[in-house]
């Protein structure tokens, strides 16, 4: 099996980061919705603009994975890791991440999102 470019494995977990994090902007606008905020509306566009961001960034790194041929499948869950497969080129890799960090990765990615630099 080939090692996997520092390159392409940061494109991967985008790949497995991304969708997490933009289901996370989708509860928190529907959180907001059902919230007691007296003034939902600016949270909401915050939250908005981050989402299409993220989605747009999304879209771009599915287009590299597929241009790559880079497909990845979640394998098996469990309370503590999540195992991934990744197929490059023909070659099967398997990886497995620790539950609490894709937490952190997601938050790191929020974060980023929230407040990304090119919305100013």
Do not use: C, W
Not at 27 to 32: E, K, N, Q, S, V
Not at 40 to 58: F, G, M, R, T, V
Not at 63 to 71: T, V
């Amino acid at each position: 099996m080939p090692n996997l470019q520092e390159e392409i494995y940061d494109l991967i977990e985008r790949a497995l980061f991304l969708p997490m994090a933009i289901t996370i902007f989708n509860r928190d606008l529907a959180g907001i919705e059902e919230s007691t905020l007296k003034l939902k509306h600016p949270y909401k566009q915050l939250i908005s603009e981050s989402l299409k961001i993220a989605q747009k960034d999304l879209m771009e790194v599915r287009k590299e994975l597929r241009k790559r041929k880079i497909a990845i499948r979640e394998t098996e869950r469990d309370e503590a890791f999540t195992l991934y497969t990744f197929v490059i080129d023909g070659y099967e890799e398997n990886h497995r991440y620790f539950n609490p960090r894709i937490r952190e990765q997601v938050s790191e990615l929020l974060t980023y999102y929230l407040f990304a630099p090119d919305r100013l």
